[in-house]
């Protein structure tokens, strides 16, 4: 027998109390965050929040309680938050199994209000014990209410649709299409013959739109390699301990897909102390053990500047303190801003590369300079050189050089494309691209890079692009399924390999192509047209570890750009015009200029 949430099932179960333990929108919407009109600078906290209210909105529209669930809000507002009080019923006299269990699913979603106090009522006081409800938080869509069915046995299965899992460490995995949540409880009477929970898995199950409402996404920031990048994280933190929990991450480290390339310069034995974290005044003090002062001037600096970069996206948070015991670590190292050049785009016109697609468009290199009329997607380094294609070789122009160098050639000169994919500079003075479907990277001498990798096979890529600080990439593998990963680099900033990946199943998968960083933490594709899209391509925004939004395109879109930081992202079509959004619209931004593409600041 399957039911949904109720109170009218006939009363189950077949255990003695304390005896067991827990078990470990599609078509147009009206974006505002990247995909909106934004300013020609945003803050940290402007763009993650824009993001967010963008994915937030979208997900929030096709997400609401089960009508059945009692779950009600008071008139009181809560301490911390604007937000009202949300309380549920506890379990009554007589109360069946059935209702026991429906009412424990009710208590867990009104639970961040009163710790779960309310739904540890419904199990015993062993179970109580052993349950973590934060441990394993698992996300349904919200469209259907989770079923309850009663086993032979007498225990209760609950299932629903699952979107995603979010772990202790503030880690969300989203699920792929079709998952199912699957959740086992057993009851027992107490000595009073009441029916209480005595089995039940670790942690809570949640529409999405609570998630979303009772966590905050959060990017935590670490250091590239040579220490002048951030390199971003992801997390969902409950909203009621945001800022100890940032710090909480910080002290923890990077993800295991991004250790190998990403690192922090606070001390492993450092520890929150005292107060925690406390915000007074639009200043947050940090306080942390003895033992966490680093040291050195410039460690002290960097570390200062991962939990200043991570704490001020929390609204109210102005200035941050650091304290290891009584030392203040002093002010944080200035590293170099992300946010790419406004207009920067570079493309190709009548031959030559240029930037910019106005009339005031400033020419880069001249067809004359790069020896060739017939040259394609250029890109332009953080050295200021240029790249460009020619037939089956790549071209590197150095800036205030006045004749362009083959530094890559491949097949046969004669087989025009030649198996070669559009150059990408970053900011360590490689060339990337794809060559005879191989990742490839060149330096300006033309030595390549062994990019050795336990999941990417020679021949396996068929699109990739580079994060806004040049240390993750994204892949779309030829099969359809996109993942990222760290790019593991030598102290000379050479490439030598890929981290793990982390895979990205809202990315992938028949019916998606293309493939951009559209945000620190966020890749963009087009996606076959929904059944609200007349036809139309959709723009899917995927977070790394987050929401997914998606946008109508522009009919005959063929592949979606970015500047990587939130600031513009593009789309060109079948015949070669460059789409832009503008408020709600796209609109063509210039049809004069092809193939292009944002520099990597």
Request: glycine fraction near 12%; charged fraction near 20%.
């Amino acid at each position: 027998m399957t039911q949904p949430m109720n109170r009218d099932a006939p009363t189950q179960g077949r255990r003695s109390a304390e005896s067991a333990e827990p078990t470990g929108p599609t078509g147009p919407t009206e974006p505002t965050g990247i995909l909106g009109t934004v300013p020609a600078r945003l803050s940290r906290r402007g763009a993650l929040g824009l993001l967010s209210a963008t994915a937030a909105g979208v997900l929030a529209g096709c997400t609401a309680l089960p009508s059945s669930s009692r779950v009600t809000r008071s008139g009181v507002a809560a301490s911390d938050t604007n937000a009202l009080i949300e309380t549920a019923p506890g379990p009554g006299e007589g109360d069946s199994a059935e209702d026991i269990v429906n009412g424990f699913l009710r208590a867990t979603i009104a639970g961040f209000a009163d710790d779960f106090a309310t739904a540890k009522q419904f199990l015993s006081d062993h179970a109580v014990a052993q349950w973590k409800p934060l441990e394993t938080v698992s996300a349904y869509s919200g469209s259907t209410e989770p079923q309850v069915s009663v086993a032979a046995n007498g225990s209760f299965t609950v299932t629903s649709g699952q979107v995603g899992v979010l772990n202790s460490l503030g880690v969300f995995t989203p699920a792929p299409e079709g998952s199912t949540y699957t959740g086992e409880f057993s009851l027992a009477t107490n000595s009073t013959g009441q029916w209480r929970i005595v089995g039940l898995p670790h942690g809570i199950l949640l529409p999405l739109s609570r998630l979303m409402q009772n966590f905050a996404v959060s990017s935590l920031a670490f250091l590239s390699r040579d220490r002048s990048r951030f390199v971003p994280e992801l997390r969902w933190y409950p909203r009621s301990s945001q800022a100890d929990s940032l710090v909480s991450g910080l002290l923890a480290g990077p993800s295991d897909w991004l250790a190998k390339g990403a690192s922090s310069l606070i001390p492993r034995n450092a520890e929150r102390a005292g107060r925690g974290v406390v915000v007074e005044g639009g200043t947050a003090t940090v306080h942390l053990s003895a033992d966490s002062d680093p040291a050195s001037e410039d460690a002290r600096g960097l570390m200062v500047a991962q939990i200043e970069q991570s704490l001020i996206q929390i609204s109210g948070i102005d200035h941050v303190r650091v304290l290891a015991g009584t030392v203040d670590l002093g002010a944080a190292a200035q590293l170099t801003p992300m946010a790419p050049e406004v207009g920067g785009i570079v493309g190709m016109s009548e031959g030559s590369v240029v930037r910019g697609t106005g009339a005031r468009r400033v020419t880069l290199a001249s067809d004359r300079v790069l020896g060739t009329s017939d040259a394609r997607s250029p890109s332009l380094g953080a050295d200021g050189a240029v790249y460009a294609l020619s037939a089956s070789s790549l071209l590197r122009l150095p800036r205030g050089q006045d004749s362009a160098s083959v530094i890559l050639s491949v097949g046969d000169p004669s087989a025009g494309a030649g198996g070669l994919g559009a150059p990408m500079g970053d900011r360590h003075g490689w060339a990337w691209l794809l060559a005879e479907g191989r990742l490839t990277a060149v330096n300006g001498s033309g030595q390549r890079a062994t990019l050795e990798s336990s999941w990417l096979q020679d021949g396996t890529v068929a699109a990739f692009d580079l994060s806004v600080e040049s240390e993750r990439i994204a892949v779309r593998r030829t099969d359809g399924r996109v993942a990222v990963a760290i790019i593991i680099r030598d102290q000379d900033g050479r490439p030598t390999g890929l981290g793990p990946a982390l895979e990205m199943p809202r990315a992938s998968g028949a019916g998606t192509r293309g493939l951009s960083w559209c945000a620190p933490n966020a890749v963009c594709v087009l996606a076959a047209a929904g059944t609200e899209g007349g036809g139309v391509p959709e723009v899917r925004l995927v977070q790394v570890g987050g929401a997914v939004n998606t946008l109508v395109g522009v009919r005959r879109a063929r592949s979606v750009i970015s500047d990587r930081s939130e600031e513009s992202l593009l789309i060109v079509d079948e015949d070669g015009q460059t789409w832009q959004r503008r408020g709600a619209m796209w609109r063509v931004l210039t049809a004069e200029v092809t193939d292009p593409s944002f520099p990597l600041p």
